[in-house]
């Protein structure tokens, strides 16, 4: 055993019998021995007792202190002293039963116990999973070190594989986990294995803070559902750690054992293992665009603000080669992003991408750059979601999306919000949904269609059978154009939600509102805020709901109604839950 001890000292006595008493058990499957976080901490706490009292030393002869341990440090201290009489796994010497893994644990045995500690701790947090009974698949403690070559015959990666919900791959500082074709051929299964369900997680320790941050694909739990939360989490990967990645090339991968490089390399490309070759072979160069396109996505926005051209231009090159699905920018007040880097970034938009969302007030970008840029963003085939909000849009900008509408049929939700769209930017947009059948969501928020544009809605609105949800939050329609919006609610059937809030509707606008809403069966959801509906207007709405059966949620909260007429409200609601408990009204 390396290091200078000479004699056993009493912590290793103490724990020497917690080992002893563990009662240990078989697992003959090894893609079932997966370990808990909790089980990682006591392989920590005994390197924290027994690191600097026995003056362990590294491969170069210096000196360890539990923070720097690694699995090659560890290997003949630990795992192996403690498995020596029974010749077991690890995991089989400190386990009860079988430990069925839900994640498969990609990393370089160079990275301290610690930092992977701390990567599996976040990765709990972040998926909302127990630290006790949440398994990951750790290859040094799972296969039997005694017997490595047998068990290394039962094919113990891929099974594992095979029955883990995703994979964690563990980023070290220098990058070094992706220069190890053992952890490339972990990528390329959790990757490409046509799976779409099959998560695949980076985890890495921030320097100097002791904690770590992950960098996922799509949405998990923590961010519940939100874009913003998602972007504010991966925000703090360290961006010099993503552009490192970004470089990475899988080619130059190295295994230590020839005939597991030829074994690695026949399984990735298909090839016979003599005739495997990683150079200039199509599965290589995709497996590399898929890497670099996992990490330079997520940071595009801070890429874009923090930096150069040339550095921009060459992240989204990856970009376009990768397969993304989600791209989400804020890019308000960036002065540095002008057209030629909207251009550049809607030519470099993946075919594989569902969702694109742009912000862009108050950067460099003009409406000739957002215009000459429409055609390739609506060109994406499996855009599901676009969100091009403060970007200036304007009519001639509605125009050009209106066009794409009326041959796109791929996009379900379509957000413009605050874009200086008025009535004829309205007409246009509303003249496309005679054609477009696909769009179920339509956010209009914060322009200036006004009552003109909300008569074309309204005729749009009668023969539209695909739109649920419509936005027409803050654009002046008044009571006019509350009027138009209501004669569709009576003959449409498709309608699920509709926001009418901050539009200057008063009582007159109301009633007609009340009106629609007795012979309407669909609308589930009205939203009649921050308008001037006073008493009137309100009681005709609430009278309505007794003879509308559909109506969940009816939102009249910051209007002129009085406290006595908010009690009527009230009554009137009780008496509705009295056979209807899904419905509510908030005031």
Not at 252 to 269: G, N, Y
Not at 535 to 555: C, E, F, M, P, T
Request: hydrophobic letters at 35%.
């Amino acid at each position: 055993m390396k290091g200078n001890r000479v004699h056993p000292t009493s912590t290793e006595s103490g724990i020497d019998n917690e080992y002893q008493s563990m009662r240990g058990c078989s697992i003959p499957e090894v893609e079932l021995r997966g370990m808990s976080i909790k089980q990682l901490r006591t392989v920590y706490a005994e390197i924290g007792a027994r690191c600097v009292v026995e003056g362990w030393i590294d491969k170069d002869g210096q000196l360890l202190t539990p923070e720097k341990c690694n699995l090659y440090d560890i290997k003949d201290r630990i795992i192996m002293k403690r498995t020596e009489n029974k010749k077991c796994s690890y995991v089989e010497l400190i386990a009860t039963g079988p430990q069925k893994p839900t994640r498969f644990l990609s990393h370089w045995w160079g990275e301290s116990v610690i930092s992977m500690i701390r990567c599996l701790e976040q990765h709990c947090i972040d998926h909302g999973l127990s630290e006790k009974t949440s398994y990951y698949w750790i290859c040094a403690y799972a296969i039997n070190q005694h017997k490595i070559a047998e068990e290394m015959l039962t094919n113990p990666f891929l099974k594992t594989l095979s029955i883990c919900e995703g994979t964690v791959s563990i980023l070290d500082a220098k990058c070094v986990v992706y220069s190890r074709l053992w952890c490339i051929f972990e990528l390329f299964k959790s990757v490409m294995s046509g799976n779409s369900k099959f998560e695949f997680d980076v985890y890495t320790e921030i320097d100097g803070d002791r904690r770590a941050v992950g960098i996922n694909h799509g949405f998990i739990p923590s961010d519940h559902g939100e874009s913003y939360l998602k972007k504010l989490r991966e925000s703090k990967f360290p961006l010099d750690r993503i552009l490192q990645a970004a470089n990475v090339d899988i080619k130059q991968a190295q295994a230590s054992v020839e005939s597991d490089r030829k074994f690695l390399l026949s399984t990735i490309t298909g090839r016979s293992a003599d005739d495997a070759v990683v150079d200039n072979h199509a599965k290589s160069d995709e497996l590399n665009n898929i890497l670099r396109g996992i990490f330079v996505t997520p940071a595009l926005q801070r890429i874009i603000k923090e930096k150069d051209v040339h550095t921009i231009f060459r992240c989204l090159d990856i970009v376009k080669a990768s397969n993304a699905r989600f791209i989400d920018l804020d890019l308000r007040d960036c002065s540095r992003f002008d057209d030629d880097i909207l251009i550049r970034l809607a030519d470099s938009l993946p075919p594989t991408l569902t969702r694109f969302s742009l912000w862009s007030t108050g950067s460099a970008v003009t409406v000739n750059g957002i215009n000459a840029s429409l055609r390739k963003i609506f060109g994406c085939p499996q855009l599901v979601s676009l969100v091009l909000s403060c970007t200036n849009i304007y009519d001639d900008g509605a125009k050009h999306i209106a066009d794409a509408l009326k041959i796109n049929h791929s996009l379900k939700i379509l957000l413009l919000i605050g874009n200086n769209i008025d009535d004829d930017g309205a007409t246009h947009i509303a003249d496309a949904l005679n054609v477009n059948h696909t769009l179920e969501t339509l956010d209009l928020s914060l322009n200036k269609i006004g009552t003109d544009g909300a008569k074309q809605f309204s005729d749009r609105l009668k023969v539209n059978h695909s739109l649920k949800t419509v936005v027409l939050y803050g654009n002046n329609i008044g009571d006019d154009g509350a009027k138009q919006i209501a004669d569709a609610l009576k003959v449409n059937k498709s309608l699920k939600t509709l926001h009418l809030s901050s539009n200057n509707i008063g009582d007159a606008g109301a009633k007609q509102i009340a009106e629609a809403l007795k012979v309407n069966h669909s609308l589930e959801e009205l939203n009649l805020s921050n308008n001037n509906i006073n008493d009137d207007g309100a009681k005709q709405i609430a009278d309505a709901l007794k003879v509308n059966h559909s109506l969940k949620n009816l939102n009249l909260m910051n209007n002129k109604i009085s406290a006595y007429c908010k009690k009527y409200l009230s009554k009137t609601l009780r008496e509705l839950k009295s056979f209807r408990q899904d419905i509510n009204i908030f005031l």
